[in-house]
């Protein structure tokens, strides 16, 4: 097996891709603390202070408005899970990204789209799942690699901010958010990749990113 085959096994045993047979042979507790946890990143100058009105988690459209905005439309979605691989439930997951011309909500450019929300939120359910139909994240002046951040809260209590990069993009080794992402394992899971879906007739893509959320000493005592 090669580095490169080596660390794509890695990356799949991380993200638990095989915790589902692997529990059928253990008893439970035998993967706590198994799962690496999502490295924490910088949440950046755009986050909105100022929610738009429409926060719901499909980003294509604003409000009662028909026409989409301009992008590739990629649903966007996965599972926050502890590092024991239990799903977190009742987690707000809130995304925010630049439209397809670059430009936030919060610091919007001259041309910003108006038909893209940019920002977008979701409550978990008893699964840890979480979903959003948004646009593939672009480059944009200073930023290189096209990126999606992400905000992980429960009871008002942040538990983690991140970003989603785009699996093999070029700019990936350009962009210094990514390059202080030192562990290459790390790095592995701070990407997605953005997938055509089978059949789709618009050209959608589908990206699953898995959300790991490290404890501390004091959530373990608390659980």
Not at 66 to 77: L, N, Q
Not at 80 to 109: F, H, M, N, R
Not at 187 to 193: G, I, K, P, T, Y
Request: glycine residues 10%.
């Amino acid at each position: 097996m090669n580095p490169e085959q080596h660390l794509l096994s890695r990356r799949n045993l991380l993200r638990g891709t095989f915790a589902t047979a692997a529990l059928a042979l253990f008893a439970p507790g035998v993967f706590a603390d198994h799962l690496e946890a999502t490295p924490p990143l910088t949440e950046g100058p755009f986050y909105p202070r100022h929610l738009p009105l429409d926060t719901d988690n499909d980003l294509i459209v604003v409000g009662n408005s028909t026409t989409p905005a301009v992008g590739e439309i990629s649903h966007v979605g996965g599972r926050i899970l502890d590092t024991a691989g239990d799903p977190i439930t009742d987690a707000q997951v809130e995304i925010w990204q630049c439209d397809a011309k670059g430009s936030y909500i919060a610091s919007p450019s001259n041309d910003p789209d108006r038909n893209f929300q940019g920002y977008g939120r979701f409550l978990t359910g008893s699964t840890g799942e979480y979903r959003f139909r948004t646009i593939k994240p672009v480059p944009y002046p200073g930023r290189p690699a096209p990126h999606i951040h992400v905000k992980v809260s429960k009871a008002g209590r942040e538990l983690l901010t991140t970003q989603i990069f785009i699996a093999g993009h070029p700019g990936n080794l350009r962009d210094g958010v990514f390059r202080g992402i030192h562990d290459p394992v790390e790095r592995e899971l701070s990407c997605a990749d953005f997938k055509p879906i089978k059949d789709s007739k618009i050209g959608e893509l589908a990206a699953r990113f898995d959300v790991v959320l490290g404890r501390t000493p004091a959530d373990r005592h608390e659980h």
